[in-house]
């Protein structure tokens, strides 16, 4: 316990601005019940009501009504109890209940996932499209199909699907369900969430939208490295660079949902124009155009593919024979990144960082350097440095961790609420 | 209400690892009835009652608790009811009974502050002394001397030391109670809790240490702008430059304590070397030192004094009477401001920046170039565009910060703790 950890205690007292009551209790119990069995691959009664500190009589009432609800499971109780125990079945998330869609309109690709409670993914697709060139309402009109089949799919397989997260590159206003700015799609004040709501009206789902970086960090938290990782940055390297923040467990969105644009963290005030109207942004000197370019690769701008290769698969293979020009590209990128990083450490002090998008297939000639780059100049001269970790998701992150956003508001939405599992705390035209 | 508050409640039920029960219903509710009090200048039991849905006879048992501490003082009720409402008092903090006691070693200056109950400060003594020279015992003598005092001038005040809090000018393991790195003093993991508590062991006080500059941040979020500037990012100006984050009425304090050290962004990577390791760091480019140099001042190094007046003083002076180099001097560090505020702004998205330091008397040259730079590099394209704020505490943000500390930790966890006043929370040798 720290002074400012017990600061926090005030402080929540004056977020709630209501007192704590019966009903609070339940609900907080109904969830903290909820995250135990998450966190586990099964549990007994008695194994929860020692792990919440709750009367075995309170869990089986919780249980009871998470078992009604779709949320939990019971298996069959062993014949016999362990140890003499009464018998008792394990309670565990029911992964044959409810889903959540997740869809990505990235500048390359498109991609939809859909995940279960227990947030494995049922179904997933990509394809590489370039949504910069064809209009906008096409873009809109294909997710949609991606949705719809997905939805389809998941009924086959008896899930519910319970909304639709939507992944955009770039800063939503999540209220208004607004992409507010994406300068790869350019795209500006698009209400991508009514866009899309409307297109699948019939199926009353309700849809919500969010920077795909932020959805990224959320992904390898619940389901990547991140939930080993502590406070992080997740970096992810793609057309330009993308960042989410995770303190405590939760994403930081910023006053404006902007919060985590690391691509724009000056590098080189002397360095080339950006778009956002800076010079020599992270951007601009280690995105994954500047990367290829520096590698001598010239990929088509459509396909990203150079002589039918994915670029990034050409590149590996120069860095895998030693090509001097592709490991100076990479260097130069790495340098970049240093610098970039070692702004972020002095002023987020995170306990890591998740390397993501095209950065994590690179990180064995990225780390390296960026270690040396943040020691460098470590203020704390090398104390506990921060960890620097490759994705686990990879190009997967951001739709894996839309569609798990879907499941994991549906559980904590559902138990907040007393009403049944449609989450009113997701924006959309169905409310 | 938005997707990410959402996700909130189940990483709370996650936080806190066991169930709600009642005792902490007590607890939260006190606590709850403290804010609200403090948050006005008096309320009735009906008031608060209203104020936090909770039964009037609830809050008479709560109010009597908090009186009996000497947390909350009640004036007598008016002789006849308000509207025929039967008389009643109305609650209001005691600002006659506990006290905090901040002391800020710095660079240059020595301060202490006792604060009350109310947030007043009760005492306050600055001086100014180069700490960088003479023996780092030397210092803390002078500073448990100040404590001393400032303890026997609130005792004769009737007011009750509650604990020490002290303030200097580097991350600090607040857990350990260590000063780990102060290049501006050459201090290097300096244990400054049991320096200071082993100098001042008869008074029986517990004692904790923190970076001044997040003491500056809660400083201005208690006593100053920061109540009304949402999140922000405090940046003081100094020998260094030093910054605080508050996100949702918190201090991020980081993994290692050092969250908010901006004065080792990378202005500019070609810039003259600084003590981290870097180039181009913002304190490098944009500190005190650099400052007056470039206005053509040479302040002696002891007591930033040029011909016996404040090198702030004389600077000030000559932007009023339109002195070119020190007006091109005040752009310089501007710009470089401008560029790490950008990087502040990308990353964390803050509702405000509030300037601190010698930057508060500088603001009007300073705010003008900032907000042009911050426009300039906005990636949201002019949406909200953060606010900049001067800091209404100035030099003191810290200390009185520090003292304020005290007492809200005092009234948290007394109410968190079922003991009595003294704090065992606060790090130190007298736990």
Redesign the interface.
Same mark, same amino acid.
Request: proline residues 5%; glycine residues 12%.
């Given at each position: 316990? +720290?002074?400012?950890?017990?600061? /926090?205690?005030?402080?929540e /007292?004056?977020?709630s601005?209501?007192? *704590?009551?019966p009903a609070?209790?339940r609900r907080?119990?109904l969830?903290?019940v909820?995250?135990h069995v998450s966190a586990s691959e099964g549990l007994t009664r008695a194994e929860l009501a020692r792990? +919440?500190?709750?009367t075995k009589g309170t869990i089986s009432s919780l249980a009871e009504e998470l078992i009604e609800r779709g949320f939990l499971v019971e298996s069959a109780p062993e014949p016999q109890g362990r140890l003499g125990r009464p018998p008792t079945g394990l309670l565990a998330l029911n992964g044959d209940s409810h889903c959540g869609i997740g869809i990505e309109i990235n500048i390359d690709y498109l991609a939809v996932s859909v995940a279960d409670l227990r947030g494995r993914i049922r179904f997933h697709m990509a394809e590489g499209r370039d949504n910069r060139i064809g209009r906008r309402t096409k873009v809109l009109d294909r997710a949609a199909r991606a949705v719809r089949d997905a939805a389809r799919i998941a009924s086959s397989a008896g899930l519910q699907p319970a909304g639709v997260?939507l992944a955009v590159p770039g800063?939503v206003d *999540? $209220?208004r369900g607004i992409l507010? =700015?994406a300068p790869g799609l350019a795209w +500006?004040d698009v209400p991508v969430v009514d866009e899309l709501a409307d297109r699948l009206a019939d199926l009353g789902l309700p849809v919500?939208a $969010?920077n795909e970086a932020?959805l990224a960090a959320l992904g390898e938290l619940w389901l990547g490295i991140g939930s080993t990782a #502590?406070?992080y940055v997740y970096v992810s390297g793609e057309s330009g660079v993308g #960042?989410g923040?995770i *303190?405590? #467990?939760?994403?930081?969105? #910023?006053? =404006?949902?902007? /919060?985590?644009?690391?691509?724009?963290?000056?590098?080189?005030?002397n360095g080339p124009p950006c778009t956002?109207?800076?010079r020599g942004c992270l951007g601009q000197m280690a995105g994954q155009e500047t990367l290829f370019r520096l590698a001598g690769l010239e990929p088509d701008q459509a396909t990203r593919q150079v002589a039918g290769e994915p670029a990034l698969d050409e590149l590996l293979a120069m860095l895998g024979r030693g090509d001097l020009q592709a490991l100076e590209a990479v260097d130069k990128v790495a340098h970049a990144l240093g610098?970039a990083l /070692?702004?972020?450490v002095?002023?987020?002090?995170?306990?890591s960082i998740i390397l993501g998008g095209i950065y994590a297939p690179l990180s064995p000639w990225l780390i390296g350097p960026i270690v040396e780059s943040l020691g460098?100049?470590?203020?704390?001269?090398g =104390?506990?440095p *921060?960890a620097i970790h490759s994705s686990l998701l990879g190009a997967d992150a951001a739709v894996r961790g839309a569609a798990t956003?879907v499941v994991?508001?549906l559980?904590?939405?559902s138990v907040?609420e007393t009403q049944g599992a449609v989450q009113p705390?997701?924006?959309g035209g169905q409310m």
């Amino acid at each position: 316990m +720290t002074g400012s950890d017990h600061l /926090a205690f005030t402080d929540e /007292a004056a977020a709630s601005s209501r007192a *704590v009551r019966p009903a609070d209790l339940r609900r907080h119990n109904l969830a903290l019940v909820l995250r135990h069995v998450s966190a586990s691959e099964g549990l007994t009664r008695a194994e929860l009501a020692r792990l +919440t500190a709750l009367t075995k009589g309170t869990i089986s009432s919780l249980a009871e009504e998470l078992i009604e609800r779709g949320f939990l499971v019971e298996s069959a109780p062993e014949p016999q109890g362990r140890l003499g125990r009464p018998p008792t079945g394990l309670l565990a998330l029911n992964g044959d209940s409810h889903c959540g869609i997740g869809i990505e309109i990235n500048i390359d690709y498109l991609a939809v996932s859909v995940a279960d409670l227990r947030g494995r993914i049922r179904f997933h697709m990509a394809e590489g499209r370039d949504n910069r060139i064809g209009r906008r309402t096409k873009v809109l009109d294909r997710a949609a199909r991606a949705v719809r089949d997905a939805a389809r799919i998941a009924s086959s397989a008896g899930l519910q699907p319970a909304g639709v997260s939507l992944a955009v590159p770039g800063p939503v206003d *999540v $209220e208004r369900g607004i992409l507010m =700015r994406a300068p790869g799609l350019a795209w +500006t004040d698009v209400p991508v969430v009514d866009e899309l709501a409307d297109r699948l009206a019939d199926l009353g789902l309700p849809v919500l939208a $969010e920077n795909e970086a932020n959805l990224a960090a959320l992904g390898e938290l619940w389901l990547g490295i991140g939930s080993t990782a #502590g406070d992080y940055v997740y970096v992810s390297g793609e057309s330009g660079v993308g #960042g989410g923040i995770i *303190v405590d #467990g939760a994403l930081v969105r #910023g006053s =404006r949902g902007s /919060a985590g644009e690391i691509g724009h963290i000056v590098v080189d005030p002397n360095g080339p124009p950006c778009t956002c109207g800076g010079r020599g942004c992270l951007g601009q000197m280690a995105g994954q155009e500047t990367l290829f370019r520096l590698a001598g690769l010239e990929p088509d701008q459509a396909t990203r593919q150079v002589a039918g290769e994915p670029a990034l698969d050409e590149l590996l293979a120069m860095l895998g024979r030693g090509d001097l020009q592709a490991l100076e590209a990479v260097d130069k990128v790495a340098h970049a990144l240093g610098i970039a990083l /070692a702004d972020i450490v002095n002023l987020l002090d995170p306990d890591s960082i998740i390397l993501g998008g095209i950065y994590a297939p690179l990180s064995p000639w990225l780390i390296g350097p960026i270690v040396e780059s943040l020691g460098r100049q470590d203020i704390l001269g090398g =104390r506990n440095p *921060v960890a620097i970790h490759s994705s686990l998701l990879g190009a997967d992150a951001a739709v894996r961790g839309a569609a798990t956003l879907v499941v994991k508001q549906l559980m904590s939405g559902s138990v907040a609420e007393t009403q049944g599992a449609v989450q009113p705390h997701l924006a959309g035209g169905q409310m």
